[in-house]
């Protein structure tokens, strides 16, 4: 099919703004765009004069926000609205005005597909905070559709977002019932601090803190603290170590399905059990594994003790580190959690393994 670039579906850059110093502005950083939902969810309601040097580009309803920095990480969407006063972006972001043959929910969707990313990704600069100009972004060679095709395009799509986003908010809704029934079960064992213990009496640890191993295109899965988060494993970003460094890399300890792993910094204090998802994995920098004692603790309920708020509490007093917070392990291991018995632990982990059946049926 015939390609043609991004920038020849869109009116040309309106570059940056100038305003009076007490015009009131609607901001839009980086941070006001869900990377997930792709939508707008807020703005800082600022005099110019007042606002940041970077808040500059101006953009309006219909236009189709794409943040250059971090371009992994996908931060577009639409302007679905105009804001109450003047709306104006940061220069992180490439703004994109269709022209008027051009559906702008064709170009929001374009720029949240897979081959779009895959092609940002690639010619980001900078190791630490990767980015791309404007001038990549306009250049991505895009399908050539008719206006009608790019409708028809559009609204398959929207539906299908609109399916996915109500999955979403089931899956969440189960999600909050586990964090509830765990509560119910144990918040007076929390709160009263009954029959506590610290990590290392009730726990293996192998700490994978170390020498970054070797990647490689293909091998033995290589799991990272990119893949814990909010109790869940992802299985991208998808990592790998060569074959033949595995009995290297793994000198600590070999993880198990349904141990317990932790981040001890950027991000810290994520977790989640291993799934059983890999006949054979590795597990990389910046992560613990815990492996209960199984006559006194079950992994579910750790899982869920460890992400609690009493212990995340304890957990970031023992933390350190000016702009990257970490714990070290010694200091992990000490930290403290309650142990019921094992009855009330069963069922709840009975209770947990039943909600994640249901999530098959949504």
């Given at each position: 099919?015939?390609?043609?670039?991004?920038?020849?579906?869109?009116?040309?850059?309106?570059?940056?703004?100038?305003?009076?110093?007490?015009?009131?502005?609607?901001?839009?950083?980086?941070?006001?765009?869900?990377?997930?939902?792709?939508?707008?969810?807020?703005?800082?309601?600022?005099?110019?004069?007042?606002?940041?040097?970077?808040?500059?580009?101006?953009?309006?309803?219909?236009?189709?926000?794409?943040?250059?920095?971090?371009?992994?990480?996908?931060?577009?969407?639409?302007?679905?609205?105009?804001?109450?006063?003047?709306?104006?972006?940061?220069?992180?972001?490439?703004?994109?005005?269709?022209?008027?043959?051009?559906?702008?929910?064709?170009?929001?969707?374009?720029?949240?597909?897979?081959?779009?990313?895959?092609?940002?990704?690639?010619?980001?600069?900078?190791?630490?905070?990767?980015?791309?100009?404007?001038?990549?972004?306009?250049?991505?060679?895009?399908?050539?559709?008719?206006?009608?095709?790019?409708?028809?395009i559009s609204t398959v799509l929207d539906k299908l977002a609109g399916i996915i986003d109500d999955r979403r908010i089931e899956l969440q809704q189960l999600d909050d019932l586990i964090k509830a029934r765990f509560v119910e079960l144990f918040g007076d064992y929390f709160n009263c601090h009954i029959n506590e213990k610290e990590l290392d009496e009730v726990c293996d640890f192998i700490d994978y803190r170390g020498k970054t191993p070797e990647k490689s295109e293909e091998g033995i899965p290589l799991i990272t603290a990119k893949n814990v988060k909010d109790n869940k494993f992802f299985i991208d970003p998808q990592e790998f170590i060569p074959e033949e460094n595995y009995d290297d890399v793994m000198t600590r300890g070999i993880p198990r399905v349904n141990d317990v792993l932790f981040t001890t910094e950027a991000p810290l204090g994520n977790v989640c059990r291993i799934p059983d998802v890999y006949e054979k994995f590795c597990v990389g920098q910046r992560l613990i594994t815990m492996q209960p004692h199984e006559d006194i603790l079950n992994s579910e309920y750790l899982e869920y003790a460890l992400a609690s708020p009493e212990f995340q509490d304890k957990m970031w007093q023992k933390s350190s580190g000016s702009t990257v917070k970490g714990i070290r392990s010694k200091l992990l291991i000490l930290l403290t959690i309650p142990v019921p018995p094992m009855t009330i632990q069963e069922e709840f982990k009975n209770f947990l393994h039943q909600v994640d059946k249901s999530k098959l049926f949504y």
């Open positions: 099919m015939e390609k043609i670039k991004l920038g020849d579906l869109c009116k040309p850059s309106a570059g940056q703004i100038k305003e009076d110093e007490d015009t009131l502005i609607d901001y839009i950083d980086i941070s006001s765009v869900d990377n997930e939902t792709k939508k707008v969810t807020g703005y800082q309601t600022i005099t110019f004069g007042e606002a940041p040097s970077r808040a500059r580009k101006a953009v309006r309803r219909g236009n189709v926000l794409v943040s250059t920095v971090r371009p992994n990480l996908n931060a577009v969407a639409l302007l679905e609205e105009d804001t109450p006063n003047v709306s104006v972006a940061s220069t992180g972001f490439c703004i994109l005005e269709s022209k008027d043959d051009v559906d702008p929910r064709f170009i929001l969707n374009f720029c949240k597909s897979k081959p779009f990313i895959d092609d940002m990704v690639s010619q980001a600069i900078g190791a630490s905070y990767p980015a791309v100009s404007d001038k990549i972004v306009r250049s991505a060679l895009v399908p050539k559709y008719s206006y009608q095709e790019q409708q028809h």
